[in-house]
């Protein structure tokens, strides 16, 4: 009796997919950015900053403060949010396994390569994308493609860049894209290397998938199956996330005691702007209204740029949200590369000038 072959994965199941990405990238991101390239380009900026809602500075730490923040915040964010949620669940139910492996479960430069290239055109905040990462680590995604894709979100955002080479001056978009060319490149080899001798989730895989068994592949089946992993995501990710949103909006006033010209291009101020820009969280390019915001106030090119570096890529909740998906060794490479690199752009700002 000769093997049973496996059953094809349906197409109908991979072209939703594709609907699902290019639609709602279209809507949630790619047609507001073009929209707001052109104002950027006209008024040179693209609103206030969401620190301190126009004001000088942060409001002082209440429940008011907290929800504040959190409405602002969620306003900016729910549609990808949601977004990053279909897709996240998609990923793991709608998709050939296989091809997530082909193209980013090798532990080696391809996949790297593989994930900052499909982060361009992505776009989300480090938030929005923290389900697609879960979605991609559950099918055996190698995890530097995967922190590849997750950084190069926000890093290689070429919206974002945009935005910022007309508000800021294209001397700060240059500094950014080359810190985030080292940051998707490098983290991403780096936490390959870490992991070559096992790819497989730090919270496990979703175990093999019984692809020999046609039923497996029944619409109803699939659809049933997408629906519990959307819905087991939402529950598992949301509550978390919101509660570390309330907190940290209710405590910039401490996380950001003063924004004037006395933060100056110390190093001391400089690391310290490079912990709290990895620890806050913000949407979508919404570090350049920050640092614009700042500059005017007078704070000193270094802080400023190591908030441009740090304040996008991570932040608590993000890396609260990922944390079934990856190692704490994995983590906490992240989190001190980015303020390695917050540092290092905070110390290239200053040295080339930026403020003269």
């Known amino acids: 009796m000769s ?26 991101k790619w047609s507001p950015y073009y929209d707001r390239a052109f104002t950027a380009a006209q008024t040179h900026s693209i609103g206030a900053s969401i620190l301190t809602g126009g004001q000088d500075a942060p409001p002082a730490p209440s429940l008011h403060a907290a929800l504040d923040y959190a409405q602002a915040y969620g306003l900016a964010i729910w549609k990808a949010l949601l977004l990053g ?44 994308a923290a389900p697609v990462i879960t979605g ?28 910022m ?11 950014r894209l080359a810190l985030g060319l080292a940051m998707v490149l490098g983290l991403g080899w780096t936490l390959n290397r870490m992991g070559k001798a096992d790819c497989a989730p730090a919270g496990g895989s979703a175990g093999p998938v019984p692809e020999a068994d046609p039923a497996h592949f029944q619409p109803g089946r699939i659809l049933r199956r997408w629906a519990q992993a959307f819905a087991g995501m939402a529950l598992r990710l949301l509550p978390e ?40 969280v913000i949407p979508t390019a919404g570090e350049v209204p920050i640092v614009q915001a700042l500059l005017a106030l007078g704070v000193g090119v270094g ?11 991570v932040s608590l909740p993000s890396l609260v949200m990922v944390s079934r998906a990856f190692r704490r060794s994995e983590l906490a490479v992240l989190a001190l590369g980015v303020i390695a690199l917050g540092v290092l752009g905070g110390g290239l700002a200053v040295g080339l000038g930026f403020g003269r």
């Open 3 to 28: 093997p049973s072959r496996p059953a094809r994965h349906p197409a109908w199941g991979i072209a939703l997919v594709a609907l699902i990405a290019l639609a709602g990238l279209f809507y949630v």
């Open 85 to 128: 949620l279909l897709l996240g669940s998609a990923i793991q139910t709608l998709l050939p396994p296989r091809w997530i492996e082909r193209w980013l479960g090798r532990a080696n430069g391809s996949s790297v390569m593989a994930g900052g290239l499909l982060s361009i055109p992505s776009m989300m905040c480090t938030c929005c």
């Open 136 to 163: 991609l680590r559950r099918c055996r995604a190698a995890p530097g493609g995967t922190a590849a894709y997750w950084l190069g979100n926000t890093m290689l955002n070429p919206a974002t860049l945009v935005f």
């Open 165 to 175: 080479g007309f508000v800021l001056g294209w001397h700060w978009a240059g500094l």
């Open 241 to 280: 996330y919101l509660i570390l949103v309330l907190l940290l909006g209710a405590a910039r006033a401490w996380l950001f005691p003063v924004l004037d010209f006395s933060i100056d291009n110390s190093l001391l101020w400089i690391v310290g702007a490079a912990l709290v820009g990895t620890l806050f």
């Open 303 to 313: 802080p400023a740029a190591a908030l441009l570096v740090t304040l996008p890529p």
